[in-house]
């Protein structure tokens, strides 16, 4: 799954380099969190997160096969880094 979701990723992003996706597993669940640049949010978002939500839709329907619970959260790279 976290195949899909870095290849949906990538696809819209600028610095695909520079991107960073920390995953935390339970038991049930999967919490994913990409890290981006900031001239990158807006793009993988989408315009009133459009791309964002249909990416957790495809994400959610890909993974009930598994039986995990995906959550896909998508925040900017701090500036001190």
């Known amino acids: 799954m976290l195949d899909l979701i870095k290849y949906i990723v990538n696809s819209f992003a600028e610095h695909t380099d520079k991107i960073e ?47 995990k619970k995906y959550n896909i959260e998508i925040k900017e790279r701090d500036k001190a880094e």
């Open 21 to 67: 996706y920390i995953v935390n597993e339970t038991e049930n669940a999967v919490d994913v969190t990409v890290v981006l640049e900031e001239s990158d949010m807006g793009k993988v978002i989408g315009k009133q997160g459009k791309i964002a939500k249909a990416m957790r839709t495809l994400v959610r329907c890909a993974s009930q096969k598994e039986g």
